[in-house]
């Protein structure tokens, strides 16, 4: 595969949540927790660990605890809703199809950092601001080898039921349960607002001084 350009592996990021069974070569996998650890983390602490889950029955068991948890908490309850709109309502179907599908993804790659979030908010904002750039390279390195991947947090749920499948200790806190496989979509650029309406110039709602020109 022809290496991608940063430019278009940040422009085509899409949240891949049909993913096909086929499996993905441990190299790959190697390589994207390795561009996972190029991320700047607060004071260079590096409190990160990555669980990468191949084993069939492990996947299985994990996707057991998702899927009861989307069940619950997606289609009975958010999917339910009678004043969910429809955009929304396309949001949590697809969300569904990973909830129901994640048994079959190839692989999963838990991120976890040493610690637990802080209640003092610039504390939280050094603690997550030192892993979350860490799963954004995880997921540029995993399209640069054409490899779909979503940050997706319901594991949180029943984060204790995770840690005991998979051994994780108890002085480290899951932050992401990422799965990993080669889509069954196609890659393009998603649906964003123009970032011109989220831009503010000098003082909060200040257009861009090329407005107009």
């Given at each position: ?18 993913l ?9 996998l190697?390589?994207?927790v390795d561009?996972a650890?190029m ?18 029955a492990?996947r299985?068991a ?7 948890i ?16 429809e ?28 610690g637990?979030h ?14 979350y750039?860490?799963?954004q ?15 997706t ?5 029943r ?10 200790p ?6 992401a349960l ?18 011109r ?10 257009p ?6």
């Amino acid at each position: 595969m022809a290496d991608l350009s940063l430019h278009e592996a940040m422009y085509t990021l899409r949240a891949m949540r049909r993913l096909k069974p086929d499996p993905v070569s441990p190299d790959d996998l190697r390589y994207l927790v390795d561009a996972a650890t190029m991320a700047p983390t607060a004071t260079n602490a590096q409190p990160w660990a990555f669980l990468i889950v191949t084993d069939s029955a492990t996947r299985s068991a994990v996707a057991e605890v998702y899927r009861e948890i989307g069940r619950r908490l997606i289609r009975d309850d958010a999917l339910a809703s009678s004043k969910l709109s429809e955009r929304a309502a396309r949001v949590y179907r697809n969300a569904m199809v990973l909830v129901e599908g994640m048994a079959e993804v190839p692989a999963q790659i838990v991120v976890a950092t040493r610690g637990r979030h802080p209640i003092d908010a610039t504390q939280a904002s050094a603690f997550y601001g030192s892993i979350y750039p860490a799963v954004q390279n995880l997921m540029l390195a995993a399209r640069s080898r054409g490899l779909g991947t979503t940050l997706t947090t319901l594991h949180k749920a029943r984060e204790h039921d995770i840690k005991a499948i998979l051994g994780i200790p108890h002085d480290y806190e899951t932050i992401a349960l990422i799965p990993v496989g080669y889509p069954r979509g196609r890659w393009g650029r998603p649906l964003r607002r123009p970032s011109r309406e989220v831009t503010h110039w000098n003082h909060w709602g200040n257009p861009d001084p090329g407005d107009g020109l």
